[in-house]
């Protein structure tokens, strides 16, 4: 059965692709109902599903796209015009046999009923399309067959749709269309292997600081310069070997942005609004992990953009605007980073709106609401229970989406920054690492203690003396190059034990999204590549902590969430 279980997985990885080349195109089909290629695209991808479903002796999911390729191949003749009643059923085909497909590899069995579908594909097949039935009448139809579903008991087939044997139909032959270059590979041996480079990292970084110190010992000693040449060849290859293991990881975002463009749409329908949605830089990579993590922020964000953001058609001509409002989602790459940039042309936030709900709802006082600056007043839309909305409805009001966001993305070292002209539109920018297993970091020493800041947020290191140390609106900062600089000393914020008096200060000079903040250490230690290390519930009640390592010397090194920690400082200075 293993061989038969192979084959289904495949099945199953295949299917999921077509529904999303289906789903892509059917959305495309809505804007133009007179290209044929696109027809011929979700007729292909049913009919490819459909064989390899009967092959693998799965029932409904077969029976169901047999019928919606009936359905395509009405409308590829001529014969049946593309409506939104008829996309409408052929988006709840692809809905259904998702469901079906995820039901087969959870419990390998086709649990999810295809009545209801199944009947309202039969009502448009059914209607006629002429001089005394006009097209409006499939909404009419499939309405109707939506509430006989609704109101008769499913159905059930004879069989239970587990995959009985190996051999289909005769004449069904299974399409798996492997490329001779490709094989895939379970994510649990990739997450494995990424493991093992980890602590091939550790052990490398902790072998070349004994070898700095064995050949600071034996200066001229060949044996120390031939143990030291050969680490450096086998600090290359460690090198080239964490950034292969490490792109086998790497998925393009297009995969995450897929979904979108159905969700906007049927978004959109439900609001009465007219909204294109654009999709730019679908081929940048990020790591399987962080592409996960990417989903609820993103999906938070653009229906913000379709809810709060995008004005009506009516509004909009008011304004002076195409009546068809515009969502963008963009990616690309910045270094270590991957920025997404979700953004509309709608109305835009008003940063003095956004002070008086802040103050409404007890987040903070009228006092300090006034004396935020306009960018810092948009920050408050990330606190838990702000919302701009009176009421909640099923889409937003209930005040957690945008927490939801900054939450996620600050537990794998990314942030969100907002820029908005009201009236014009908002973009928020999303910041997050390639990889979240292995990072560069820049170590600093305060007293006693290690830590690493992740170097994706260090813009710059500067000496604290060779500037003066101010109070401006009850916080200490410096002007760094006639801009204002909030400092915050990290002993402070974490309560390290004092020690010694450091012999000086350091102001590593970091960036929040659009934010710019100074964090005062003692010491430079230097720059390395650390692996992230879980730290259990050791330091769980310190702000601003994301995990640990083992640093070359073999003491463990604190990881700083510098978003987090950010954020903790200002909770404090609105305090004082």
């Given at each position: 059965m293993s061989e038969f279980r192979d084959i289904l997985d495949e099945f199953i990885q295949e299917s999921r692709e077509l529904l999303e080349q289906a789903e892509g195109a059917l959305i495309e089909l809505e804007r133009r109902p007179q290209e044929g290629a696109l027809l011929d695209a979700i007729f292909r991808a049913f009919h490819t599903i459909k064989g390899t479903a009967s092959f693998v002796g799965l029932e409904r999911t077969t029976q169901l796209t047999h019928r919606a390729e009936d359905l395509l191949n009405r409308m590829r003749k001529g014969e049946l015009p593309v409506t939104p009643a008829v996309l409408d059923v052929l988006f709840s085909v692809i809905d259904r046999t998702r469901r079906l497909i995820e039901s087969v590899q959870s419990r390998e069995a086709e649990e999810e009923s295809i009545d209801d579908v199944l009947l309202m594909i039969e009502v448009i097949l059914d209607v006629e399309v002429g001089p005394g039935r006009p097209i409006s009448h499939h909404a009419e139809a499939v309405e109707g067959a939506q509430r006989e579903s609704d109101a008769s008991s499913p159905i059930q087939p004879s069989q239970e749709g587990r995959p009985a044997s190996r051999s289909g139909p005769a004449g069904a032959e299974p399409r798996m269309g492997l490329s001779e270059q490709t094989i895939?590979?379970?994510?649990?041996?990739?997450?494995?292997?990424?493991?093992?480079?980890?602590?091939?990292?550790?052990?490398?970084?902790?072998?070349?600081?004994?070898?700095?110190?064995?050949?600071?010992?034996?200066?001229?000693?060949?044996?120390?310069?031939?143990?030291?040449?050969?680490?450096?060849?086998?600090?290359?290859?460690?090198?080239?070997?964490?950034?292969?293991?490490?792109?086998?990881r790497m998925v393009p975002?297009?995969?995450?942005?897929?979904?979108?463009?159905?969700?906007?749409?049927?978004?959109?329908?439900?609001?009465?609004?007219?909204?294109?949605?654009?999709?730019?830089?679908?081929?940048?990579?990020?790591?399987?992990?962080?592409?996960?993590?990417?989903?609820?922020?993103?999906?938070?964000?653009?229906?913000?953009?379709?809810?709060?953001?995008?004005?009506?058609?009516?509004?909009?001509?008011?304004?002076?605007?195409?009546?068809?409002?515009?969502?963008?989602?963009?990616?690309?790459?910045?270094?270590?980073?991957?920025?997404?940039?979700?953004?509309?042309?709608?109305?835009?936030?008003?940063?003095?709106?956004?002070?008086?709900?802040?103050?409404?709802?007890?987040?903070?006082?009228?006092?300090?609401?006034?004396?935020?600056?306009?960018?810092?007043?948009?920050?408050?839309?990330?606190?838990?229970?702000f919302s701009t909305r009176t009421e909640a409805s099923n889409l937003s009001g209930r005040g957690v989406g945008m927490d939801v966001v900054r939450t996620n993305l600050a537990r794998i070292g990314g942030s969100v920054s907002v820029q908005t002209e009201p009236g014009q539109g908002t973009t928020f920018t999303l910041r997050l690492p390639l990889t979240l297993a292995i990072i560069p970091?820049?170590?600093?020493?305060?007293?006693?203690?290690?830590?690493?800041?992740?170097?994706?947020?260090?813009?710059?290191?500067?000496?604290?003396?060779?500037?003066?140390?101010?109070?401006?609106?009850?916080?200490?900062?410096?002007?760094?190059?006639?801009?204002?600089?909030?400092?915050?000393?990290?002993?402070?914020?974490?309560?390290?034990?004092?020690?010694?008096?450091?012999?000086?200060?350091?102001?590593?000079?970091?960036?929040v999204g659009e934010q710019r903040f100074g964090l005062v250490v003692h010491t430079l230690v230097g720059q390395e590549e650390v692996v992230v290390k879980s730290i259990g519930s050791v330091f769980g009640q310190l702000p601003g902590i994301a995990g640990g390592t083992i640093r070359g010397n073999g003491q463990v090194g604190i990881i700083l969430d510098i978003p987090e920690l950010y954020r903790y400082a200002q909770t404090l200075a609105w305090a004082a």
């Open positions: 895939r590979v379970d994510v649990e041996r990739l997450d494995h292997l990424m493991n093992l480079v980890g602590e091939l990292v550790l052990s490398r970084n902790q072998l070349l600081e004994l070898a700095r110190v064995l050949r600071a010992e034996l200066q001229g000693n060949d044996s120390a310069e031939r143990v030291w040449d050969m680490l450096a060849q086998l600090d290359w290859i460690t090198n080239e070997i964490q950034r292969a293991v490490t792109r086998t975002v297009g995969r995450v942005f897929a979904r979108f463009e159905r969700m906007v749409r049927d978004l959109a329908r439900e609001l009465e609004k007219s909204i294109r949605f654009e999709a730019f830089g679908a081929d940048t990579e990020v790591d399987k992990s962080v592409a996960e993590v990417l989903v609820d922020p993103l999906v938070h964000l653009i229906r913000n953009a379709v809810d709060h953001g995008i004005e009506s058609p009516s509004e909009r001509l008011q304004r002076g605007k195409p009546a068809e409002g515009k969502v963008q989602l963009r990616a690309y790459q910045e270094g270590n980073t991957i920025v997404l940039e979700v953004s509309d042309d709608g109305r835009g936030i008003d940063p003095n709106f956004v002070r008086r709900r802040a103050v409404e709802k007890g987040l903070l006082s009228r006092e300090a609401a006034e004396g935020l600056s306009d960018l810092e007043a948009l920050q408050l839309i990330f606190l838990p229970g970091g820049l170590t600093v020493g305060v007293y006693e203690e290690c830590f690493i800041i992740p170097l994706s947020t260090v813009l710059e290191i500067v000496r604290l003396s060779d500037y003066r140390v101010e109070v401006s609106e009850g916080r200490r900062v410096i002007v760094l190059r006639d801009q204002i600089l909030p400092l915050y000393w990290l002993h402070e914020l974490l309560q390290v034990p004092a020690g010694a008096p450091p012999a000086g200060e350091y102001v590593v000079v970091l960036a």
